[in-house]
């Protein structure tokens, strides 16, 4: 907590509501906005998250700049009935990417046909400022300086965005040449 308490809880990150959710009682509960408001760090295991703007960011790589991972994911409802008695979901896809609960209480369950898609977005904070890159090309502009050298990294290294262990490490690189 920020006044320096620590509290001890079995905790996780809900990527859909993009809460973390802790157990009280058997029931599943989002720690509350006014909460949000005095927690510092969460560590899950060996992973640390920062809270920031009412929510949590893994922070994957601290040094000149600091990465970090905003986990996200979108439910995507079941087809809807199609010609010939198919179904299909590029006729009318429904995304929803945050459920609001009145309470706070989740059952974990999803509803029967809905499948969950986990994305990434990411954050690096480099010379004080915070910028999101959703590919690498965005992240090759935050370091137009060093273009070339990312550029060699990337195709020697198989960097791929969707890879957070290799993302790191082109940070890494970049950083230290």
């Not at 929803?96 to 994305?119: F, M, T, V």
């Not at 940070?171 to 230290?176: G, N, P």
Request: glycine letters at 4%.
């Amino acid at each position: 907590m920020k006044s320096g308490i620590k509290n001890q809880l079995l905790l996780n990150y809900n990527s859909l509501t993009e809460e973390m959710i802790f157990e009280n009682s058997g029931k599943k509960l989002a720690i509350a906005k006014e909460e949000l408001k005095l927690v510092d760090t969460v560590f899950i295991e060996d992973r640390k998250f920062i809270e920031m703007n009412n929510k949590f960011f893994e922070l994957a790589y601290h040094s000149k700049s600091d990465l970090y991972v905003e986990h996200k994911c979108s439910m995507v409802s079941p087809g809807k009935p199609a010609a010939y008695g198919g179904t299909s979901q590029t006729s009318s896809i429904t995304s929803i990417s945050s459920i609001n609960s009145a309470g706070r209480l989740y059952e974990i369950e999803l509803p029967e046909g809905y499948e969950i898609k986990p994305y990434t977005c990411y954050w690096l904070k480099k010379n004080g400022e915070l910028n999101k890159f959703n590919n690498l090309k965005q992240l090759m502009k935050l370091y137009d300086d060093k273009k070339d050298l990312f550029k060699d990294y990337v195709k020697k290294n198989d960097v791929t965005y969707n890879n957070q262990k290799s993302i790191v490490q082109l940070i890494k690189y970049l950083e230290t040449n």
